[in-house]
């Protein structure tokens, strides 16, 4: 079988997004994405979709690996193989050229999360010299009601992905940076409670995402996080709300606080470094 990789940007939008649902299927997670929410990941998340790449067999699109950019860093944002493509080798062969064009690009690092219950993509990923960072958690909490006092004020966007940037992890996963919330517009919210911090998505749909959690530095050890977690709760009260598996585990414990149950999949967050000694 004949492999070549071809620019996604060279890709009609709807066929890329029909080809990334497709390498998606019966997957642990599937992805089932419209052609505006594929744009708002690709702004959000920084997609380069001149360095993402279209895996083609026999010249038919059968994968795709999206390809997030900032600085020196680039990211696998994601990598789906069509099902009838998956253990031919495709993944292994297009594994090598993306480190490889990433290499010619200048890049540093290579970074990405992948499902830690997914033992072929992780073998795949250490097969290529891929290090764990650490493991990413995910929580929910269902038709939450909490009766804290709503001593809330919202903040823009910008400033909260500001906050992150100055005072959170310097290696945070992508998707919980400062410049990843900072790309984020309404209506997902930012709001505040002294020196405590929270980012959603939507906080008016039955389903909602917590982005982040902030507590300044010398505000931290007061149990703040899981409190402005509750007020938040308390003024959008009888929602569901989710934390993806893309929360550093060390990091947790704010959400155990906050009454959250542990989900069953977790993340392994990988880097990769792309100097000449590595």
Request: charge should be negative; proline fraction near 4%; include cysteine.
């Amino acid at each position: 079988m004949d492999f070549d990789l071809q620019p996604a940007s060279d890709q009609p939008l709807p066929d890329l997004v029909q080809t990334l649902n497709r390498g998606f299927e019966e997957y642990l997670v599937p992805i089932h994405l419209n052609v505006s929410q594929f744009l708002n990941m690709v702004r959000k998340d920084s997609i380069d979709l001149t360095a993402s790449r279209v895996l083609l067999a026999d010249g038919n699109p059968e994968g795709v690996a999206l390809i997030a950019r900032r600085g020196w860093v680039s990211r696998l944002a994601a990598m789906g193989i069509s099902t009838n493509m998956r253990g031919k080798g495709a993944g292994s062969w297009m594994m090598e050229r993306l480190i490889r064009q990433a290499r010619e690009r200048g890049d540093r690092e290579l970074v990405l999360e992948v499902i830690e219950q997914n033992d072929a993509a992780v073998r795949l990923y250490q097969k290529f010299g891929f290090q764990t960072t650490r493991r990413l958690l995910g929580f929910i909490r269902r038709e939450a009601i909490e009766l804290e006092e709503h001593e809330l004020n919202e903040l823009d966007l910008r400033e909260m992905g500001a906050l992150i940037s100055q005072f959170g992890l310097r290696d945070l996963p992508w998707q919980l940076s400062g410049e990843t919330i900072a790309q984020m517009t309404p209506p997902a919210r930012a709001y505040r409670n002294g020196h405590s911090y929270v980012a959603v998505s939507n906080p008016e749909a039955d389903h909602v995402v917590i982005w982040s959690v902030l507590v300044e530095p010398q505000a931290r050890g007061k149990n703040l996080g899981a409190h402005v977690l509750k007020q938040v709760i308390a003024k959008f009260t009888g929602r569901t709300w989710h934390i993806p598996a893309i929360y550093p585990e060390e990091l947790s414990g704010v959400f155990e606080r906050a009454n959250f149950e542990l989900e069953q999949l977790s993340q392994w967050q990988m880097c990769l470094s792309l100097s000449a000694s590595a």
